[in-house]
C-alpha cells in the first residue's frame, strides 16, 4: 500500500490565496490594487500547479525544469492578456476594444 500524500498547511494556504485573488481580480474595478493581486494570484496559482504535478507524478517522464518554465510562460501569458477597461476599471481581456460590455451599452461609471 502507497503512503497518502497530503497537502501541507503552506499548499492549503496558496490554493485559498490564488482562489480568492482570481476573484478579487475577477470582480474590483480597483485598477491600482488589482495590478498588485494580479501577479500574486498568478504565482500562487502556478506554484499550487506545479506542486501538486510533482506530487501527483503525473509527468514523471518530464523534468520538472520544463514544466516550470511552461507554467511560468502561461503565467506572464495570462498576465499580458489581462487589461482593464477605460472607463470603470473592471478586469478584461486585450482586444476587447478597451471597455467592459456594461460601459460599452452605457452603464458604466462616468
Known amino acids: 500500500m502507497s503512503p497518502h500524500n497530503s ?21 474590483s ?3 491600482a490594487v488589482t495590478r498588485i493581486v494580479l501577479p500574486l ?3 500562487a ?3 499550487v500547479v506545479f506542486v501538486a504535478i510533482e ?3 503525473a509527468l514523471a517522464n518530464t523534468p520538472s525544469a520544463i514544466i516550470a518554465a511552461a507554467l511560468a510562460a502561461n ?4 498576465w499580458w492578456i489581462v487589461t482593464y ?4 476599471g473592471r478586469t478584461i481581456g486585450r482586444g476587447s476594444g478597451g471597455r467592459c460590455a456594461s460601459c460599452t ?6
Open 45 to 47: 496559482f502556478h506554484v
Open 29 to 31: 474595478r480597483s485598477v
Open 85 to 88: 477597461c477605460t472607463t470603470c
Open 7 to 27: 497537502l501541507s498547511p503552506a499548499v492549503i494556504a496558496l490554493i485559498a490565496l490564488s482562489g480568492v485573488g482570481t476573484v478579487f481580480v475577477l470582480l
Open 75 to 78: 503565467a506572464v501569458l495570462t
Open 105 to 110: 451599452r452605457g452603464g458604466g461609471r462616468a
Open 55 to 57: 506530487i501527483s507524478r
Open 41 to 43: 494570484t498568478l504565482i
